[in-house]
């Protein structure tokens, strides 16, 4: 293609485009010494460029470098927006936090108070044990207390009986009539017994060392003691009564009798067991000790 060259801007522009035509248009008119500054230019040249192509990488590194930065600053403002969500939650649960702490409080001074009733509670309950122990003492006393009534009763029944039987009918029971029977001692003052005849000479046997105080305490609890004349000779009758009569009713009227004439020298005494029942055994005891049964009906 041929070029029209008119001016000195198109002889600078074939120049600057075709690098032959240059050096031998340098060479025709003597100034190859130009070659290297068009070197130098060219060289200049083609670092510019390079420098804008870096300079446009740089400037679209920075473009990206803003736009991941621009997504960055929107995801910390999301987490800025969430981290403030968090701190009102976090807020809303710390009051809440303080609420249950007081209510904690209030229920740790509620199981407190509940704490004190129980243990007041249970000292009512132990004081009201100690109390129904007392009354079932009571109780149990008054159960006592009316046993030994009934047979207080019981036993005064069978004395009354004895006494009506023994004052009828001594003289069968001994076997030899029996004169003057008279009732000289008893445990009971409405029988009226003549009872100085019996004590006092007791308690002379006693001051003068005759009989001892276990044998003085055996004689006054002696249920009942007759006398009566029988051949013209007094005759005491000692006598143990109960409902059924057992040995050691036996036992103890025997003894009776027995200090009876420690006590009252050169008189005779005649024991005898008085009750509605007794059984065989009882029976030969007592007649092997020669000890009289006295029987009524309860």
């Known amino acids: 293609m041929t070029t029209q060259i008119r001016t000195i801007e198109d002889i600078l522009d074939v120049l600057n485009s075709d690098p032959e035509i240059r050096l031998r248009f340098f060479e025709v008119f003597g100034l190859s010494s130009l ?10 040249e083609t670092t510019q460029q390079e420098m804008l192509v870096t300079q ?24 800025g927006r969430i981290l403030e969500q968090h701190s ?34 249970s000292q009512h309950v132990t004081t009201l044990s100690q109390h129904v122990t007392t009354l079932n003492g009571r109780a149990d006393t008054m159960s006592a207390d009316i046993n ?7 036993g005064n029944q069978a004395e009354d009986k004895a006494v009506n039987v023994i004052q009828a009918q001594l003289g069968t029971i001994v076997g030899s009539r029996v004169r003057r029977t008279a009732l000289r001692y008893g445990q009971r003052r409405s029988l009226q017994p003549d009872i100085e005849s019996y004590i006092t000479p007791i308690e002379d046997a006693f001051d003068d060392g005759i009989i001892t105080l276990p ?56 024991p005898l067991a ?18 009289r049964i006295v029987t009524f009906e309860v």
């Open 274 to 291: 008085a009750g509605a029942a007794m059984s065989d055994e009882v029976r030969q005891h007592a007649a092997d000790a020669d000890v």
């Open 56 to 79: 446009r990488g740089m400037l679209e590194t920075l473009k990206q470098h803003s736009k991941i930065l621009e997504r960055h600053s929107e995801a910390l403002e999301r987490q």
């Open 148 to 154: 030994t009534l009934k047979s207080v009763v019981v």
């Open 215 to 270: 044998e003085r305490t055996s004689l006054m609890e002696t249920d009942l003691v007759f006398s009566g004349t029988v051949q013209g000779v007094l005759h005491w009758f000692p006598v143990e009564v109960s409902n059924t009569i057992d040995s050691n009713d036996v036992a103890r009227v025997e003894e009776s009798a027995r200090l009876i004439e420690k006590v009252f020298v050169d008189k005779t005494a005649v």
């Open 88 to 121: 009102e939650e976090l807020e809303r649960q710390g009051r809440i936090l303080e609420q249950h702490s007081e209510e904690l409080r209030a229920l740790r001074q509620d199981v407190t108070t509940l704490s004190q009733h129980v243990t007041t509670l």
């Open 35 to 44: 070659t290297g500054l068009y070197a130098r230019m060219d060289t200049f």
